[in-house]
């Protein structure tokens, strides 16, 4: 039995048969049956013909999301749990290695506006909808049957779920644990505090692109006029040896580094010597601990600082780097606020570019999915003509392999990552 059944216009854009995931109150013809928010109801188009089911939720924009594209499915406890086991097969089959990563990603898993992600034995899950919300005890139940985990932790304290008509909410889901939970991610040991960490803790988007430094973070030596001398030692241009292991590494600028996961793969890839900066005192503090927890403390340097400003005041001074990272958060968090985004990472960028060596690299992100990729190319084009500087493209990545997205629904496409070379004009 539904609780109801939702006809769409008809001259509407057919995007739900395209693969989007919501409906918007405009596209409604009439809902017949009295569903309450929170309700499964069908979606039928036009003359009736089933669509899919989809939560209800009339407080908000997206007053409709999918949750299956078949009438037969039975939206139970059953169907949550064999929909979270199918995320983690998922998950397993495509990153074998990870025991940290994203398990349930919203939309893209069919389960609209929940996240869960896993940091070894450490769940936390973040509801974003008033349909998981309302069911969120079936969620927790098939969490403890599928991985009996250490413990639960919800970090629902995000403003978006006002707009579902749902207050913020973070805590223990049961009993009390240890939030801190040392995660390991291509070889290397980061600690992340569930409770405190920025989203759940840990940006796990990132993992197969914190990975494509390792080429990038070698074959500097040569560049600084440093040989190998016929014994086998590096000597400097005077024929000085050089001391230094890391002779051949990176000098790096790791920027918006949070808790410095670019700046340990950057390390562990051989840099020379990583600068961290994050207006967070509490972020820098985790990325000092975790540069030493493995090993890479004499390689890095941290500053508390807004990136902003920070940047400007390099460039006015004339330092350079081998290789500029830009993680930003997201400067655009809803579509109104694109212009103002848009100058925000246009200029991070510029002064990011400036700061780049001839010949360098930077690499720059953007998880604004507001910001589409041509918008966020065409931005960093008119960096470089403003910089002086001609970029040239290595690689353009998105979000990894935990992150699946919906061809018919940008939203869950939201982050891009590009690695260039930049040349002096
Ligand atoms: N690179 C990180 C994720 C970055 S998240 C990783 O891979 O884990 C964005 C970070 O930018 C947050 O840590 C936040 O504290 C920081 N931040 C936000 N605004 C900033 C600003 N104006 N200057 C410097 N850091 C900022």
């Known amino acids: 039995m539904t609780a109801g059944k939702a006809f769409l216009k008809k001259n509407r854009k057919k995007r739900l048969e395209q693969g989007h995931p919501w409906v918007f109150p405009g596209e409604i013809e009439r809902i017949?049956?009295?569903?309450?928010?929170?309700?499964?109801?069908?979606?039928?188009n036009h003359a009736g013909h089933f669509l899919a089911q989809g939560f209800y939720n009339p407080a908000s924009q997206l007053i409709l999301r999918v949750v299956t594209y078949s009438e037969n499915d039975q939206i139970n406890e059953g169907l949550f749990f064999r929909k979270i086991e199918q995320a983690w097969k998922r998950r397993q089959w495509l990153v074998p290695d990870a025991a940290s990563c994203r398990v349930v990603h919203g939309e893209a898993d069919f389960l609209p506006g929940l996240i869960i992600d896993k940091y070894e034995d450490v769940l936390v899950v973040q509801i974003l909808s008033l349909g998981i919300e309302v069911r969120r005890q079936w969620v927790y139940n098939a969490l403890k049957q599928l991985f009996n985990p250490r413990g639960i932790y919800e970090r629902s304290d995000v403003p978006v779920r006002r707009l579902e008509g749902l207050e913020e909410r973070a805590g223990y889901v049961d009993k009390p644990f240890d939030t801190k939970v040392t995660v390991l991610e291509n070889g290397i040991q980061i600690l992340v505090d569930v409770a405190e960490g920025q989203k759940t803790g840990y940006f796990f988007d990132q993992r197969e692109n914190r990975a494509a430094l390792k080429p990038l973070m070698s074959g500097w030596g040569a560049r600084r006029g440093i040989k190998l001398s016929e014994d086998g030692w590096p000597v400097d241009a005077k024929g000085k040896q050089i001391k230094n292991p890391f002779w051949d590494g990176a000098e790096v600028l790791d920027c918006?580094?949070?808790?410095?996961?670019?700046m340990l793969h950057a390390c562990?890839?051989?840099?020379?010597?990583?600068?961290?900066?994050?207006?967070?005192?509490?972020?820098?503090e985790m990325a000092k601990g975790n540069a030493l927890l493995n090993g890479f403390l004499h390689r890095t340097e941290f500053i508390a600082a807004n990136a902003f400003d920070y940047l400007r005041d390099q460039v006015n001074q004339r330092k350079t780097w081998d290789v500029v990272i830009l993680d930003p958060p997201a400067f655009a968090k809803n579509r109104q606020a694109i212009e103002g985004a848009v100058r925000g990472y246009k200029e991070i960028n510029l002064q990011g570019m400036k700061l780049v060596r001839d010949q360098g690299i930077l690499v720059t992100a953007s998880c604004s999915y507001h910001l589409s990729t041509a918008r966020f190319l065409s931005l960093l084009q008119e960096a470089a003509r403003d910089a002086h500087k001609v970029l040239?493209?290595?690689?353009?990545?998105?979000?990894?392999?935990?992150?699946?997205?919906?061809?018919?629904?940008?939203?869950?496409?939201?982050?891009?990552?590009?690695?260039?070379?930049?040349?002096?004009l």
């Open 32 to 44: 017949e049956g009295n569903p309450q928010g929170g309700d499964i109801i069908h979606i039928v």
């Open 256 to 262: 918006f580094s949070h808790t410095g996961s670019f």
């Open 268 to 284: 562990l890839y051989g840099a020379k010597k990583v600068t961290c900066v994050d207006i967070s005192e509490k972020a820098i």
């Open 392 to 424: 040239r493209l290595i690689e353009f990545r998105r979000a990894g392999l935990d992150h699946p997205v919906l061809l018919g629904s940008e939203e869950t496409d939201y982050l891009k990552f590009a690695v260039f070379e930049v040349f002096n």
